[in-house]
Nanobody, 125 residues
Framework: EVQLQASGGGLVQAGGSLRLSCAAS????????IGWFRQAPGKEREGVSC????????YYADSVRGRFTISRDNTKNTVYLQMNSLKPEDTATYYC??????????????????WGKGTLVTVSS
């Protein structure tokens, strides 16, 4: 059974940093892309970042590029999202998700096959 557990959310002031973790189990981790998504109250879900299987190619939404960094540790079956220079508009519940293979360069922001429960990030102004 594919399981994903996001953690690391919390309350931070604008300009601060947080690191989210996504711990995975139940599948061959290195063969799967991992994506981070977020959803703020009253807004649609947004793809934040994706890291591919195998070569580790990374993708970012324009809204976070240069501030967020995604990485993976295949020895720990964990993906991280380092979030710096946080803004109030980054406030949302963050989810990690996965699907086999690399990130789809055109479609990764839309959906993935398996989802975990989210972790809440609140950025105060």
């Amino acid at each position: 059974e594919v399981q994903l557990q996001a953690s690391g959310g919390g309350l931070v002031q604008a300009g601060g940093s947080l690191r989210l973790s996504c711990a995975a189990s139940g599948f061959t981790f290195r063969d799967y892309a991992i994506g981070w998504f977020r959803q703020a109250p009253g807004k649609e879900r947004e793809g934040v970042s994706c890291i591919s299987s195998r070569d580790g190619s990374t993708y970012y939404a324009d809204s976070v590029r240069g501030r967020f960094t995604i990485s993976r540790d295949n020895t720990k079956n964990t993906v991280y999202l380092q979030m710096n220079s946080l803004k109030p508009e980054d406030t949302a519940t963050y989810y990690c998700a996965t699907e086999m293979g690399p990130c789809d360069s055109e479609l990764w922001t839309l959906d993935m096959e398996f989802w975990g429960k989210g972790t809440l990030v609140t950025v105060s102004s």
